[in-house]
């Protein structure tokens, strides 16, 4: 499986601010994943990020809070924006494999405390 | 009605044991179906994953599929402490969307 990695793996900020999450894929992959786990929660899909093509978000999610970038086929970006206390959180980003890219990879995660 | 649903536990086995950790889903479109495991504090590491009815044994891992009951299952056979951890089941839908359960919080004590 890919080796995925994630920067910064932890950050503490203050309301208002906003942080962005870096994923990196040491092999080309056609999707990437940007999920969600709040404490003592499993985890939410927030998008799907496909190179070359807007992110797809799901319900719940909007592009104006979690804005991503697909610059490429090994690299994605997840900016949390005007961050409040509820956004605080794991967030994961994964890679796709198989032939329909079902079967999911996750980097080490990014876990975000907002004050 | 949750689409993935799991008892979140905690589940308790004896060192030696076998664990049986079970998940049922909603969608009759689903074909795959994964197990993950995550450690407190690090991500989900994937374990198994199953697509057809019946049994798919790897080393201490067992996985269940019971596509008309709706049905997954994983044991863990001869259980160690190292395997103390939570269990997420997943399953992917129909219209292709990979959906999690709560979890399972297996203890394994020694």
């Known amino acids: 499986s890919a080796v995925i990695s994630q920067k910064p793996s932890r950050d503490i900020c203050q309301r208002g601010t906003s942080l962005t999450i870096q994923c990196q894929v040491d092999s080309q992959v056609t999707m990437m994943f940007w999920y969600r786990q709040q404490p003592g929660q499993s985890l939410t899909l927030i998008a799907t990020?496909?190179?070359?093509?807007?992110?797809?978000?799901e319900s719940g999610f909007v592009i104006d809070k979690f804005p991503i970038s697909r610059p490429n086929l090994t690299f994605s970006t997840l900016t949390v924006s005007n961050m409040s206390p509820e956004d605080s959180s794991i967030y994961l980003c994964?890679?796709?494999?198989?032939?329909?890219?079902?079967?999911?990879?996750f980097g080490p995660g990014t876990r975000l405390l907002v004050l | 009605q949750k689409e993935v649903e799991q008892n979140s536990g905690p589940l308790s086995v004896p060192e030696g044991a076998i664990a049986s950790l079970n998940c049922t889903y909603s969608d009759r479109g689903s074909q795959s179906f994964f197990w993950y495991r995550q450690y407190s504090g690090k991500s989900p590491e994937l374990i198994m994953s199953?697509?057809?009815?019946g049994d798919k044994e790897d080393g201490r891992f067992t996985a269940q599929l019971n596509k008309a009951s709706q049905y997954v299952s994983l044991l863990i056979r001869d259980s160690q402490p190292s395997d103390s951890a939570t269990y997420l089941c997943?399953?992917?839908?129909?219209?292709?969307?990979?959906?999690f359960g709560t979890g399972t919080r297996l203890t394994v004590i020694p």
């Open positions: 994964s890679v796709g494999s198989g032939s329909s890219q079902e079967t999911q990879y």
């Open positions: 997943a399953v992917l839908t129909g219209a292709n969307n990979l959906f």
């Open positions: 199953i697509y057809s009815n």
């Open positions: 990020a496909n190179q070359g093509s807007e992110a797809t978000y």
